[in-house]
Structures are given as structure tokens and as C-alpha cells.
């Protein structure tokens, strides 16, 4: 008698793939508390200021870690929010289990963690003011419908991290996945067999092979333990509900879920002006249409011109008005700002740097612990270096800096006459609006308050 096993579903081999080899596989012990540029982007307080133009407190927030995997992001959200509670939820129970021993041995009791689908978080029976879904939302068959499940359970003035891989950064990648899939590597959840043998097929492969070149490295080419390279194997080239998207299936998903979108993760390294030799002097075609395009079109405009990005990583939230930029704030806005340091930048090794630099007359590299730019570091001059020394103890009124400044610089160097209060004014504003085009200060009018 022939006994029929029914095939496997693509959730099944999702979760099996996830239950034998748990994502990311850093080891418990690692902690990312010297990481400050993940941290910096994993703080509620960036997005949060990105969209509303306040600085938010953390304690007390509710996060949610969708599809959490291993626990290492919700790890980093612990580290990153304090006094946050942090849930996760996935629908690996192996990667549940590893999930709630790192919190554990790290010190973070107020999580938890539980083995469910995204579609099923309702159940939980909680709001959230942040939730980050990482690397998760391009396997559901129908991510707006992800989105959606998200957005139900958000807070009003909530904020979630989603991302899509990039169908044209990926395209070798899904090539590869076509042939294993030809080969029948990918009927069921790929174990040590399939990793063998698409082992075995690179290796013999001769090197100008082009599906080699693009998507192949040896375990000598990837540092590390042998996991890491059993990673890159499941995670690229037999990796199961892999899907690529475009920067308009982006937009459009967030349409369809009824959700704003806030900004890209990693929003300095797409600006389409930064492709061109002299960004001061842009071909005349290309200046007016950018001056009138969307978001969404300079986006796209970017992915079709250097495709570099694997993940198009953003950030989203309900349909509301955003806060004003300080761009569009008027003379009275700048009067009452008040000036918040990242909380990121607020280091006792970056103080000390700062310190040194002020003592010395060297420039001072603001962007060495978040390095947010693409082209160069970030240095502004002692004098400026020493103006914004007091947000290492707190925020501080726009006009505390300037008093400081005027003291610093106390003549004018092209008069020699003493730099009158004004001029001090205008000086700081000038190097605060330059900060917070990077998000290392935070600038907020004091009528409106901090929104915690």
C-alpha cells in the first residue's frame, strides 16, 4: 500500500526553514550596546522625530517585534528604547526559544515572546506604539495584507519598520533560487543535503560562470563560524518565499493599506543627486524634473539607476499630519527652539572625543558613532564643537547655545570687532539646521513640548 504524504505548504517550509536554522545566527552573548548606528536606528526616537518633528520618551512604550526570529533586533530594540517592554512574536518555536534566552541573559526581563502568525496578532490583545517587522514582510503572499494586520493593532500615533527586498538587487539571487527550484532543492524545507549539493554545483561551476560571479562566496570568503555560511546559503540561494518589489509596489502597498509613508530607513543613501559627478550642476533635464517630482518617483528613479540596496527599508504610520521641518519654521519658532542631542550621540566616549578636539583645535567628527552620510564625515570646528557641549547634560534653548557661542567666539574674525548677539544667533542656527538634516540634534519649539 502506497501511504501519500501531503506536500508541504510554503508556510510550512517557511517555518521548518526558520526552525532548523534560526535568523540571524548571532550567538546569545553578542550585545549591541557599542553598536550605536543600528541603535540609532532602531530608537523610536528617529522615526518618531522624522514624522512628528518631537522627541519622544521611550519609557513605558510598548514594541512589537514582528517576526523576530533569533531575538537579536528585539535585543537591539531593548537596548535602544529604554524602559520600553518588548514583545515578539514568529512563528518558529526554535527561534522563539533562542529569542527569550538572549533577552534573558542580557538582563531584559520585561519581554515576551510568543509562536504566532502576523495575521493572528490581534489575539495578543495589545496597542503598540512601534513595531518593527524585519526581513519578514516579503514571504507573506500578500504583504499590504501584512501591512494591514500591522496598522490594526498600532497606537494612533504609532510608527512600523517594514522592508521589501529589491527585485533589482536581488535579480541574480532569484535566478539562482530558479534553478534549485528546477533541480528540486526547494520541494521541502532545505536541510544539509540541499546545502551539499548547491555546494558542490558552485565549487565544480567554472569561475566566469555568471550566476557564480553574481550570488556565489566560499566558506573562506565569509568570516566567521560555519554558520554563517549556512546562513548565506538559506538566506539567498535556497531561500524559500523569497520575493523582490519595486520602489511603485512599495507605494502602492502602503496605498492600499490605508498608511503614510515617513521616510527610508536609510534615507542619506538614496538621494538621487548624489549619483551625478557635480551635484551643484545637474543636467538641465534632470534639475526640473527632480524639482517636481514625488518622493516615490525619485525612489524609483534611484533603484533603476544603481540598484545597491537589498532592502527597500522604511518606515510608515497613519495617515495624519506630519510636524513642521525647521526649514518651514519662522523667526519665532527658532526663538523658542529647544535642542535635543540624538540620544545615540550621547556617549562618554563621544563627549571625551568632543572634549579633546575642543582642547586641542581639532575638528571634531560628529558622525564617527552614526555615520549617516555617504561621501564624507561630518567635522565642525572647535568653536562649534564647544557650542554644543551642554547637550551631553541635556536639552537646552537655542539661546543658552548661542550665549556660549558668542563667549567662544567672541570677535568676529573678518572685523575684529566683538561678535554681536545676532550674528552668535544666526551662526548657531545656521549649524543646527545643518545637524538636524543628519538627526544629530533635535530641534523642538518649547510652546509645543516634548510629546512622551
Known amino acids: 500500500m502506497i501511504i501519500s504524504v501531503p506536500e508541504l505548504t510554503e508556510f510550512d517550509k517557511i517555518r521548518q526553514q526558520f526552525d532548523y536554522g534560526p535568523y540571524p545566527r548571532i550567538p546569545i552573548d553578542r550585545s549591541p550596546s557599542t553598536d550605536h548606528q543600528t541603535l540609532y536606528f532602531h530608537n523610536l526616537v528617529t522615526p518618531y522625530y522624522l514624522k512628528y518633528r518631537r522627541v519622544i520618551d521611550t519609557q513605558g512604550k510598548v514594541i512589537l517585534d514582528a517576526g523576530c526570529g533569533s531575538g537579536y533586533n528585539a535585543l537591539v530594540l531593548a537596548t535602544a528604547n529604554p524602559g520600553a517592554k518588548i514583545v515578539g512574536i514568529d512563528i518558529s518555536e526554535e527561534s522563539i526559544k533562542l529569542a527569550q534566552q538572549r533577552l534573558h541573559h542580557h538582563g531584559f526581563h520585561d519581554a515576551e515572546f510568543h509562536v504566532l502568525p502576523i495575521e493572528n496578532i490581534a489575539e495578543l490583545g495589545m496597542k503598540f506604539d512601534y513595531i518593527n517587522c524585519d526581513e519578514m514582510l516579503y514571504l507573506l503572499p500578500n504583504p499590504a495584507e501584512g501591512l494591514q494586520w500591522m496598522k490594526a493593532v498600532l497606537k494612533p500615533k504609532g510608527l512600523i519598520r517594514a522592508n521589501l527586498h529589491n527585485v533589482y538587487?536581488?535579480?541574480?539571487?532569484?535566478?539562482?533560487?530558479?534553478?534549485?527550484?528546477?533541480?528540486?532543492?526547494?520541494?521541502?524545507?532545505?536541510?544539509?543535503?540541499?546545502?551539499?549539493?548547491?555546494?558542490?554545483?558552485?565549487?565544480?561551476?567554472?569561475?566566469?560562470?555568471?550566476?557564480?560571479?553574481?550570488?556565489?562566496?566560499?566558506?573562506?570568503?565569509?568570516?566567521?563560524?560555519?554558520?554563517?555560511?549556512?546562513?548565506?546559503?538559506?538566506?539567498?540561494?535556497?531561500?524559500?518565499?523569497?520575493?523582490?518589489?519595486?520602489?511603485?509596489?512599495?507605494?502602492?502597498?502602503?496605498?492600499?493599506?490605508?498608511?503614510?509613508?515617513?521616510?527610508?530607513?536609510?534615507?542619506?543613501?538614496?538621494?538621487?543627486?548624489?549619483?551625478?559627478?557635480?551635484?551643484?550642476?545637474?543636467?538641465?533635464?534632470?534639475?526640473?524634473?527632480?524639482?517636481?517630482?514625488?518622493?516615490?518617483?525619485?525612489?524609483?528613479?534611484?533603484?533603476?539607476?544603481?540598484?545597491?540596496?537589498?532592502?527597500?527599508?522604511?518606515?510608515?504610520?497613519?495617515?495624519?499630519?506630519?510636524?513642521?521641518?525647521?526649514?518651514?519654521?519662522?523667526?519665532?519658532?527658532?526663538?523658542?527652539?529647544?535642542?535635543?542631542?540624538?540620544?545615540?550621540?550621547?556617549?562618554?566616549?563621544?563627549?571625551?572625543?568632543?572634549?579633546?578636539?575642543?582642547?586641542?583645535?581639532?575638528?571634531?567628527?560628529?558622525?564617527?558613532?552614526?555615520?549617516?552620510?555617504?561621501?564624507?564625515?561630518?567635522?565642525?570646528?572647535?568653536?562649534?564643537?564647544?557650542?554644543?557641549?551642554?547637550?551631553?547634560?541635556?536639552?537646552?534653548?537655542?539661546?543658552?547655545?548661542?550665549?556660549?557661542?558668542?563667549?567662544?567666539?567672541?570677535?568676529?574674525?573678518?572685523?575684529?570687532?566683538?561678535?554681536?548677539?545676532?550674528?552668535?544667533f544666526v551662526a548657531v542656527k545656521g549649524l543646527l539646521n545643518r545637524m538636524d538634516a543628519f538627526l544629530y540634534v533635535l530641534l523642538e519649539t518649547s510652546s509645543a513640548g516634548a510629546i512622551g
Not at 209 to 228: C, D, H, Y
Not at 293 to 317: G, M, N, Q, T, Y
Not at 328 to 356: G, Y
Not at 393 to 401: A, H, K, W
Open 169 to 424: 538587487q536581488r535579480e541574480s539571487y532569484y535566478r539562482a533560487q530558479a534553478l534549485f527550484k528546477l533541480m528540486g532543492l526547494m520541494n521541502e524545507s532545505p536541510k544539509e543535503l540541499e546545502e551539499e549539493i548547491v555546494t558542490d554545483t558552485m565549487n565544480a561551476l567554472k569561475d566566469e560562470v555568471r550566476l557564480k560571479k553574481q550570488t556565489w562566496k566560499s566558506k573562506e570568503e565569509l568570516p566567521g563560524s560555519p554558520e554563517k555560511f549556512k546562513e548565506f546559503l538559506a538566506m539567498n540561494l535556497l531561500f524559500v518565499g523569497d520575493k523582490g518589489f519595486t520602489i511603485p509596489e512599495t507605494f502602492a502597498m502602503l496605498r492600499a493599506a490605508d498608511l503614510a509613508f515617513v521616510n527610508l530607513v536609510n534615507w542619506r543613501q538614496w538621494d538621487i543627486v548624489e549619483l551625478f559627478k557635480d551635484a551643484d550642476n545637474l543636467p538641465a533635464f534632470w534639475c526640473m524634473s527632480l524639482a517636481e517630482a514625488s518622493a516615490e518617483e525619485k525612489l524609483h528613479a534611484f533603484e533603476l539607476l544603481h540598484p545597491v540596496h537589498r532592502l527597500i527599508d522604511f518606515w510608515c504610520a497613519h495617515p495624519e499630519a506630519d510636524g513642521t521641518p525647521v526649514d518651514e519654521w519662522d523667526d519665532s519658532d527658532w526663538q523658542q527652539a529647544i535642542v535635543h542631542l540624538h540620544p545615540q550621540l550621547c556617549t562618554d566616549t563621544l563627549k571625551a572625543e568632543l572634549i579633546r578636539c575642543i582642547k586641542t583645535g581639532e575638528a571634531f567628527e560628529i558622525s564617527r558613532e552614526v555615520k549617516l552620510p555617504t561621501l564624507a564625515p561630518v567635522f565642525l570646528e572647535p568653536s562649534q564643537a564647544a557650542c554644543l557641549l551642554p547637550l551631553w547634560d541635556g536639552p537646552q534653548p537655542i539661546q543658552t547655545l548661542a550665549e556660549r557661542y558668542q563667549k567662544v567666539r567672541s570677535i568676529d574674525p573678518e572685523t575684529l570687532q566683538p561678535l554681536p548677539a545676532t550674528a552668535a
